[in-house]
């Protein structure tokens, strides 16, 4: 069965502090890893795809890498603004029907 | 146009109302998607559709029902709905690679009474 655990489930740094967040998963052959970011009361905002082990995909402050059983969206000198909670997803070719399964998310908190 | 339009943007609704949520996509996209989305929860999948046929139905009540008129618009049509559907419903759509990333639209807040 596909399955994704995300960790920590919140995480709390001060503005300039670096850390990343991580993305366990299992699935029955990999088409590809999602991150999306998600604010209050809104839809998932599109951040990045992932599709093979060692691929890495940079924007602004963001920054996504990929192994056989994880990944890490790394937060470079966060801001204020970065604070939100962040989802992973995966879609494989097994039970799932290529439809993504998600974790249950990273809440990101960015303080001054 | 990369946006998924969804209307409106709250709903409150009684058990006994009958209302609708709406989804619109101008990107050509022929997979269409409706989640719902408790609070501190992750999009859960509700229904698929595939070039406008219902292809996944992922064993929703009776009382969500999905309908496709054509390839940019998708609706969920409500009735008789309890306190416990409260959600933020999200519409998405994809493209035609199974491996493609799904467009999420901002969601309808609804709130039952």
């Known amino acids: 069965e596909d399955q994704v655990t995300q960790s920590p489930e919140a995480l709390r740094l001060q503005e300039g502090e670096s850390s990343s967040l991580n993305c366990s998963y299992t699935v029955s052959g990999l088409r590809g890893l999602f991150w999306y970011r998600q604010d209050p009361g809104k839809g998932p905002e599109f951040l990045f795809t992932l599709y093979s082990a060692g691929e890495e995909k940079e924007k602004e402050r963001l920054k996504a890498t990929l192994t056989k059983k994880e990944s890490f969206l790394h937060i470079t000198a966060p801001k204020p603004e970065d604070s939100a909670t962040y989802l992973c997803?995966?879609?494989?070719?097994?039970?799932?029907?290529?439809?993504?399964?998600f974790g249950k998310g990273t809440k990101l908190s960015v303080k001054p | 146009d990369t946006e998924v339009t969804q209307t409106p943007k709250h709903l409150v609704m009684g058990m006994t109302n009958k209302k609708s949520l709406k989804c619109e996509q101008h990107?050509?996209?022929?997979?269409m998607y409706w989640y719902k989305q408790k609070a501190k929860k992750p999009p859960e999948l509700m229904f698929v559709?595939?070039?406008?046929?219902?292809?996944i139905n992922e064993s929703v009540p009776s009382r969500f029902s999905p309908e496709c008129p054509n390839s940019s618009l998708l609706n969920l049509h409500l009735h008789a709905l309890q306190p416990e559907d409260s959600a933020l419903y999200l519409c998405?759509?994809?493209?035609?690679?199974?491996?493609?990333?799904?467009?999420f639209g901002s969601g309808t807040q609804l709130s039952v009474l």
């Open positions: 990107m050509g996209h022929r997979a």
């Open positions: 997803a995966v879609s494989g070719y097994g039970g799932s029907q290529g439809n993504l399964i």
């Open positions: 559709y595939s070039y406008e046929k219902l292809s």
């Open positions: 998405a759509s994809r493209g035609d690679r199974a491996n493609e990333k799904l467009f």
